[in-house]
């Protein structure tokens, strides 16, 4: 079995009290124990020198959309709205082949950037291009994260009053049952889960009422966690008034779909009461600062939140709306944002490592196994290496949180597996991955010109 001891370290477990100068003590995916000073002698143990270095849990990603990884720096100034029309066209050439290497390369960069676990909510699935979620599980099987894939799925195209052009949603019984499908093939309960599947259509205005009620009861029959995108922009809210005649939060909770099982991406356009409902509800949000900012939706009322008690993650979104997405950087993007609407003493820096990681663990569900370093989770751990310039921060987690620029990461350990060492990824060929990544930006625009899109040849000019 696995054993490792990392000692002479800074550790800020999250839950409980920061240790200046420790031990953590790994034994086969789990923390065996942690505490102040060297190691009781391990037998065997692979020792770590963590001189100069913080250990942090590693960070969860609640929301992204990795197959974006392949359509990054386009539209660069539209609004969500305007952003996702001109990319659909483009999304909808998609293959298993460019969803395999957009999953690896954004798979790979956020575990550079500190990520054990990662959500990825998927939910546009072309006619005929393979088999899209076994892609992205392969992706993240092949790099060794824990990975939380989001079965996602649209109903409400164009003719039925949605955004997107009726070629790229699917009929709402094949959804229900690829969806049941996903979570009979891949979700795995048990404590130690690498892969655990959601249930997840995609929004208020790409999705019909009846598809968000069926797939919440879908969800809850199979003790599975629903996600979706809400309250993101105002083009949203004035979309819901007009067609549905209320706010996107009294529709959720109109169709059941407010609760302890449920984890909201965004949550920027939110009412005092709303605020309320979160906290009431044990609802979650994935706050995801950079995709706001790029596409101007608007700065999430996250301090309020949190004063309120409701649960906050943090998340990257997709790539196309937050390019080279990192998850590191989200934390410092949360902490600025809320002090630049609230003043400095909205977030603190510890407040913000606790939306990456426990806030995380808790949209998943997962916050008795992951999101926090005590005796007995799971051994998900990033080693930061602070003994560089950010020796000069008298503080190591304000070092890590207020500064710019990502520490090296001496380690990053997934149920006491080793994921990066020295900065690299060690499971797969990074080189490869990042290629990969790059290739599959070329074929789907390649497939999308074959198709004749005439909007893939726009964004492209
Ligand atoms: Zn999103």
New binding site residues.
Partial sequence: MNSMVIENVHIAPVVGAEIPSGHIHVEGDRIAALGPGPAPAVPGATRVDGTGCLATPGLVNT?H?LYQWASQGLAQDGTLFEWLVALYPLWAAMDAEVVKGAAGAGLGYLALSGCTTSSD?HYIFPKGRGDLLAAEVEAAQELGIRFHPVRGSMDRGASQGGLPPDVLVEKLDEILDATADAVDTYHDPSFSSKLRVAVGPCSPFTVSADLMTEAASLARSKNVRLHT?LAESLDEEEHCLAQLGMRPLEYMEKLGWLGPDVWF?HAVHLSDSDIGTFARTRTGTAH?PS?NGRLGAGVARVTELLRRGANVGLGV??SASSELTSLFGEMRQALLFQRARYGPAAVTARQALEMATIGGAGNLGRQEEIGSLEAGKLADIALWRLDGFAEAVADPVCALVFGGRQPPLALLLVGGETIVEDGELRTVAQDELARAGGAARRRLARLAEEQGFAAAKEVHA
């Fill in positions: 929301h959309h909510h995108h991406a995801c995709s979104d997709g």
